[in-house]
């Protein structure tokens, strides 16, 4: 299944409009669009309030919690509850930290399962290729209680395929423009392909390159998620 993930009420209600079966919601694209750092556990409040506008487009939302807005396992709980008491279908829940490094397996582990009963998907996100630290394996396995286990940053299918294999649950990757296609990674038994930041980087794109013709300008690249990060107030 292909998940766009949307950024605000407009976008959702957008990739609703156009038959999409499920959205998710992109970290960054609401950190962003609410001036907050990305991935620095700043945009509770927001992700929470979106989630609640969303859950009337009538389509199953999945949730972008970052890493669950806290180290505390209860107020993981707490939040998913929250998150469930508004209709949302489920949550991204990822072991990155701010600083670059990844969570402690066992704390995770602890997190993810807190998570868990409140009758929401919960999709365990680990970073081990996104921030090049971890074994990817190790964290796949360690995190088997969960709903379904998001790898993003895999683009080899013959390294997708091997994660696929290792494990009982649902696989979801991120997609790459470059990357494998969609056939290819259904070929490969992935579950979810997951937009990301990619449609909120796009359309960034698009207004730039809107304003920069009324001047004659040229259209510029996507900007990378670094790019969107860098300008963005850097956590406290």
């Known amino acids: ?35 907050k750092p ?11 309030e ?16 970052e890493g669950g807005f806290s ?3 209860a107020e993981v709980s707490d939040l998913v509850a929250a998150l469930a008491a508004l209709g949302v279908a489920g949550v991204n829940l990822e072991d990155g930290r701010p600083d670059g490094t990844l969570r402690p397996i066992e704390t995770q582990r602890e997190i993810i399962e807190a998570a868990l009963g409140h009758g929401v998907f919960v999709n365990a996100r680990t970073d081990t290729c996104w921030l090049g630290t971890g074994d990817t394996r190790e964290r796949v396995s360690a995190y088997g209680h969960a709903d379904g286990v ?5 683009t080899e299918l013959k390294e997708i395929a091997g994660v696929v294999e ?15 296609t969609l056939a290819e990674l259904a070929g490969a038994g992935v579950a979810r392909v997951s937009t990301g930041s990619l449609l909120y980087r796009a359309s960034l794109r698009g207004a730039l390159t809107a304003v920069l013709a009324v001047r004659g300008g040229d259209a510029p690249p ?3 998620y670094g790019e969107i990060a860098a300008i963005l107030p850097q956590p406290r």
Not at 38 to 48: F, P, Q, V, W, Y
Not at 150 to 154: A, E, Q, Y
């Open 150 to 154: 998001f790898v993003p940053g895999l």
């Open 50 to 65: 979106l989630a609640g506008k969303l859950t009337g487009l009538g389509v199953p939302i999945t949730v972008d919690v």
């Open 1 to 35: 299944m292909l998940l766009p993930n949307a950024w605000d009420y407009g976008s959702a209600a957008m990739l609703a409009a156009h038959g999409f079966a499920a959205i998710g919601t992109t970290s960054l694209g609401v950190a962003a669009a609410h001036g």
């Open 38 to 48: 990305d991935a620095a556990g700043a945009t509770k409040a927001e992700t929470i």
């Open 222 to 224: 996507i900007p990378t």
């Open 166 to 180: 290792s494990t009982s649950l649902p696989v979801n990757v991120l997609y790459q423009p470059d990357g494998p």
């Open 71 to 73: 180290d505390d396992p």
